[in-house]
């Protein structure tokens, strides 16, 4: 089968087990997931599981990327703010949603920002915007955002992330340390309000 074959299977699956959005569908359906994760793994890039990407990362099973976009309730033209960017295949699954112009992300690792941004950059995506730095500090120059979402575990949402969603805006991500259970919190007159969605793994944020 070619790559888009599996993909296309992979999607299919997703589909009949998750309840997911049309719009997620489509862009996990449009990103080419062996095109982001080192050549030694693309023969796995679309088993439903995380994959190896260097400096010790992982990038998530696709049912995990799937299903964050579907609770960040996505829509064209939203500003959205990533942390943990890693390899970008995430970033260009959300910028199939938003708009490429439209998502930051920012990455600790200066070799998988870089590598991330060239990556995105042959795919199209180069309107995704890179940068290499602290994640726990977000990204304030384009502050505010619609959605906020963490690749990497926190005990809590950082104070910087909480400042740089707009009011009624989302943040996703897993919290906890040991257990991670993953968070939705609605921004709405200053306070968080919280749903768990689950229990899920995540590398711990630097
Ligand atoms: N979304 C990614 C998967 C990310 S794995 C993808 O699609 O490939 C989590 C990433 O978070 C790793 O690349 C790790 O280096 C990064 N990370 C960890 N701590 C961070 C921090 N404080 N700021 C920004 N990125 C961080």
């Known amino acids: 089968m070619s790559f888009e074959e599996q993909r296309h299977a992979l999607v299919e699956q997703l589909a009949a087990r998750e309840n997911l959005g049309e719009e997620t569908l489509a862009a996990m359906r449009a990103v080419p997931r062996h095109e982001f994760v080192p050549e030694s793994t693309r023969d796995d890039a679309y088993s439903d599981r995380p994959l190896p990407i260097g400096e010790g990362q992982t990038i998530s099973a696709p049912h995990m990327v799937a299903i964050m976009t579907d609770l960040l309730q996505l829509s064209p033209g939203e500003s959205v703010l990533e942390v943990g960017t890693g390899c970008g295949y995430h970033a260009a699954v959300t910028a199939e949603v938003v708009g490429p112009e439209n998502v930051y992300t920012v990455e600790y690792h200066e070799r998988l920002a870089q590598r991330a941004r060239e990556t995105l950059g042959r795919l199209g995506y180069d309107d995704v915007s890179v940068r290499h730095g602290d994640g726990r500090e977000g990204w304030p120059e384009y502050a505010t955002y619609d959605r906020i979402y963490m690749t990497c575990a926190?005990?809590?949402?950082?104070?910087?992330?909480?400042?740089?969603?707009?009011?009624?805006?989302?943040?996703?991500g897993p919290l906890g340390n040991g257990t991670q259970v993953l968070t939705r919190a609605r921004h709405s007159g200053g306070a968080l309000q919280r749903e768990s969605h689950g229990r899920v793994r995540f590398v711990p944020l630097k």
Do not use: C, K, N, T
């Not at 926190?154 to 996703?172: C, K, S, T």
């Open 154 to 172: 926190a005990r809590e949402f950082p104070d910087a992330l909480v400042e740089q969603l707009r009011d009624g805006g989302v943040l996703l």
